[in-house]
């Protein structure tokens, strides 16, 4: 390909909108452009990455004996709005306004899915009807849609992605940890090749259901998520799922209530400092909505609410929670709470409390008098207040003591690379998707459900392998292998237009710079779009004996002869396994 032919321009300067390092790479570097919030187009450049990475995916499925499909986008709603046997929201009300929804001209109601469990199961139902048919994956490349509150700029978090997803079907249990197993490798092996630095993790199934999951998450500043890590055992996991140990405090005699007078003192931060305490002496608490019902949750004053935590355990209790909310100002005047001063104590029975198991350490605790600038001081359970329901709803933390070794948890940023389920029969229930096992009984198939973002890999990508100049592609993902140059073109022009050839005849992929720019702009140029291997042919190279090759990533540079140019970049190549 030739750069005066190419779909692209690059920027030098980073455009306004770039939240994050990949974004101004990949708009500057002109893989990508915005239409509007979240939704990109991408560019002959960014399309080429996004089909080198689409190879090693497929490659790594189909070794696992994956059957590639496209699976509908446009799902009648019916198929969303399915309730779980076992009780709880229906997809449709999970999925809430992130579901695109929309009427077809005989005004039948229909969705533009996100994710495909629905419909490969229906899927399963038609074609899987033995226990011979069993094990099963198919997976599909395909663009899905989420309408994400707050898109962020760049590929991290978009309206519009494309998607890798595969559905396992399984005739029990065991089958499907071993097919979970398998595709955990094969994610291991995609990621490895992708040249990222990632980590498997426990984290929440969310919407798709299911006990049990597993992220793939990429280390970057630039992710919105918190890891936490064992630096002993090899517990990690998201914080929404993250256990660890609640700290012990020293048992005191249980004194009597007492008011005390705290001016000012809404935060916790006020309050410790007014009354010189330790905020683990404090409660926190804050007050939520669900389903239409006062949710009053209490943690200790040293740690932090977790809203998924919180939402898992009042789906738990049977308590819908897929409108949960914080409390408005009207809705706490309704019930006569005072914001900031709020406590557990002489609350009605239609006031839901949950506690965190913190709460169990300690005691003497101050909280809110339920008037402006009044605590009350030495309050106690059970003699002070009631818990409707004691769980774990409190956010894990940099330095937090590990529940399974004792060890000392860190706290990393991450970003989801993918994300594997282990669903179970929620779908099989759902759709009445069995088999005949060998003695002629009818059961449920057991399903796994397992996704990665492809652009949003792209992403990382770049995240973690730039440098002040530009992009840093691994060899194997870069859009083509080799940056040719073309320098004082007038002098050899036709020595580099022989080497274009000659590369591009030999199966090499090139991208040639045959513009009238100058030696910087394309240098620069080179350097920003971050191919692995540049080879230059200048009056200075000939004049030195031949072309100059240079990796990206490295500093120093070699001349080869032009006659043994093509060889010797062949070799190159092969020796870092792009051949
Ligand atoms: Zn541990």
Known sequence: MRVSQLLTTTLREAPREAEERSHELLLRAGFIRQLTAGVYSYLPLGNRVLRNIMQIVREEMDRIGGQEVILPMLQPEEIWDQRPASGGPSRLELYGPVLFRLQDRKERAMVIAPTHEEVSALLAKEFLRSYRDLPQMLYQFQVKLRDEPRPRGGLLRVREFLMKDLYSFDADQAGLDRSFERVKGAYQAIFRRCGLDFLSVQADSGVIG?????????????????????????????QEKAEFVRTALPEELALPLEEVHTPGCMAISDLVAYLNIPEAKTMKVVCYVASGRMVLVVVRGDLEVNEVKLTNTLNRAGVNATDLHLATPEELAREGIIAGYTSPLQKDEHILIIADTSLQQGNNFVAGANRVDYHVQHVNYPRDFRVDLWADIASAYDQATCTFCGGTLHAFRGCELGHIFKIGTRYAEMF?????????????????????????????IVEQQHDDKGIIWPLQIAPYQIALLGLDLDKTGSIAEQLY?????????????????TAGVKFNDADLIGLSLRVVVSKRSLKNGGVELKWR???????????????????????????
């Not at 198939?445 to 990665?452: H, K, L, P, W």
């Not at 050839?501 to 720019?517: I, K, P, Y």
């Not at 990533?553 to 051949?579: H, N």
């Open 553 to 579: 990533a490295r500093k120093e540079s070699s001349i080869v002869p032009i006659a043994e140019a093509v060889q010797a970049i062949r070799d190159a190549l092969q020796e870092k396994g792009s051949l």
């Open 210 to 238: 299911g006990k049990e999951s597993l992220e793939f998450v990429a280390i970057t500043d630039a992710g919105e998520d918190t890891i936490l890590k064992c630096d002993t055992c090899d517990y990690a996991a998201n």
């Open 501 to 517: 050839a000659d590369l591009t005849a030999a199966g090499l992929s090139v991208l040639f710079d045959d513009r009238a720019e």
């Open 432 to 460: 009445d998707v069995s088999y005949l096992d060998a003695e002629g009984n009818a059961r449920l198939i057991q399903m796994g459900s397992y996704g990665i973002g492809i652009g949003r890999l792209m992403a990382l």
